[in-house]
């Protein structure tokens, strides 16, 4: 038995050494029923009584039945077992035996962990977590025999001392977990990360992950750079996946979804338009969808998403139909706008007026300017257009900053004789300053002002921003039905780490607030509201989850 479990131990440790450890399911008391029926007569002799013999030992079978089903997996993902060994001749087809079972099983059920809770309760030795190594299984014990032992077993003496050795093993601290949690909530999270990392790669095409990609890269994904590593990350085990022979992608999934940052992939945020796309939902739905999500102030400012053989056709319609030329563009100028697309010219005499330097120089306005516009009525573009730009001597436009994000360019072609691309009856086009896609301006202001804006949930308060003038004070809440509540006079919970990390008092320009949690997420209800703490000035607020 001593030179058995060296062997084991070995092996054991090899197998440790790959950073992996599962369990086979072929479950404990099926590797015990192996064991114990597998020697051969003679190395299984009876011990004291008919109905026992010298393996037939509890101790043995704790352990067996405990530890017996560890696996790890090899670089050509075949199951490794501890009875992989060239074992003494007493054990050699006991082991044999149990090592073709094991493998021939070949799924894996669980990861293997260990719990200091657990093993500081066994009675195993004791231990520490200061220890760089944890004893599974009891050693060795001794026994002495009574009077009416000795008679009922015929096998021994009254007082008789005999020692026992049994198996065990010895496992490197990584794989006891010291957070508390019991070994049940440990295996739910490496199991369900691999069940959804093994749902994406039987459910995701490789061709709608580089479809993802490409729309990242156009910009037809509003803040899709944030989340373009994932998809680069993902392709590679997507290929590998899809090369894997089918008996060993189980195993595969198993190994590679261990601590994988990104094995829930699926689960999230753009592994959700993925799935949409694998799915069959139209291109422009998706990507529609995606950006409303992502930022709903300002999904129109997309890229339109393109596809390689919409490419293809595009370029050869465009050939066919003579509209080359028509793409070759650049900014329109005054000269480019004909007289009878002119809708509307002030009154004056038409002379140029001197220019000064002092021109751009206003005075002092004894009224704010917001002010000035009070009591008057919004129209629509079209009342205005038809109904009162006609009769009007002169028009001024008032731009304020909240509208620096809509300014567009004017673009025309380059050949003015080239044919009319457009559904309207002249070749203008326009586009948002720099081609750039929108964003969230609430998630700019929080990282602005410090806060945080990546995590597993963020809330994000927003006020005084041009819409919602005037000094007030407004307060972020969180009540963690579970838990605790998070505001300003309790800016972070204990129990789940939600924090307020940007909390603003009578801001006198934007004010922010933000509760953002960065590690998972408690199995809960949370109530977001906001509280006006000033009372009666209530201006308005913007929010976004």
Partial sequence: MIELTKLIQAQFDRMCATGKLFRSSLTG???????INGFMPKHN???????SSIHNCNLCKNFLRRYGNIVSVDENYNIVTIFDIDAPEEFKAV????????????????????????????????CNKNNAKFKLGIDKNVKRYSKEEAEKFGVVTPGEI??????HLYIPKQFVDMSGKSIVAIMAEYRDAK???????????????????????QGSLLD???????????????????????????????VN????PIAKFKNELIGVLCTELAEGKELNDACQAWNKRVDPANYMKATAPITSKQIEEARKFVEENGYTESFDRRFANIDDIKASEIKHINVGDGKLKAVSIFDNVKSTSTRHKRSEFDGVDEVPIEKFMQDILPACTSVEAFLSNKFDGNMVSLTTANNKESKPIFKWNNNYSWTFNGNLAGKSMIKENVKNAGGKIEGILRCSLQWNDGDTEGIVDFDLHCNEKQGEEIYYAHKQSYRTGGWLDVDMIRPAKIGIENITWQKKLRDMEYLFFVRNFDGGRNTGFKAEI
């Fill in 45 to 51: 002799s009876i011990f004291r009584d008919p109905n």
């Fill in 224 to 254: 899709g750079q944030t989340h373009l590593y994932k998809i680069e990350q993902f392709i590679p085990f997507k290929r590998k996946y899809d090369e894997m022979e089918a008996s060993k992608r189980d195993n595969w999934c198993w």
């Fill in 95 to 126: 082991v044999t035996s149990l090592s073709h079972c094991i493998k021939d099983v070949m799924i894996l059920s669980e990861v293997f962990f260990e719990t200091f809770t657990e093993l500081h309760s066994l009675p195993y030795e004791s």
């Fill in 195 to 217: 069940n959804v990392f093994q749902r994406a790669m039987q459910e995701i095409p490789l061709d709608t992950l580089n479809l993802v990609k490409d729309l990242i890269n």
């Fill in 257 to 260: 979804s261990y601590k994988l």
């Fill in 162 to 167: 005999r020692s026992f050795t049994h198996l």
């Fill in 29 to 35: 008391q099926q590797v015990w029923d192996l064991y």
